[in-house]
């Protein structure tokens, strides 16, 4: 899928505008170690569960007021093969709109599957901790 075509799927299933996400058809752990404080998701563009995990997940930042302080980037998961073979990652990316929640260049939690409930929780734990 081209790179127009990938970005107009995150554009259809996102629930927050493209202004706030940063879309990257390809990534290096250095995506992952440039991060300050946010998220990021995986998305496999060829899988329809995928795209409703995506759809959900970003409904859930729209709705919190404090994730508005979040980088929410989003990496096309055939455009990865480094992140893959990250520690934190190895084995555990499936094309299920995987999320790594990222604070000062660390991965510091995940949701490897989909799952809304383990998603907010993660969240509020990751949200509460950089409070405290």
Known sequence: ????AQLAVV?????????RLKYLPRATADT????TFGVVMILAFWSG???MAF???TSILASMPQAAELDVTV??????????NLPELRGRITGSCEVVFVRAGVIID???RYDEEAFKVALDRFLESHHA
Do not use: C, F, W
């Open 32 to 35: 992952i170690h440039q991060t």
């Open 55 to 57: 759809r959900k997940y």
């Open 110 to 112: 995940s949701v490897v």
């Open 1 to 4: 899928m081209e790179e127009e």
């Open 75 to 84: 990496v096309n998961t055939d455009g990865i093969p480094e992140l893959y």
């Open 49 to 51: 569960p995928a795209a």
């Open 11 to 19: 554009a259809k299933y996102s629930a927050l505008p493209l202004d």
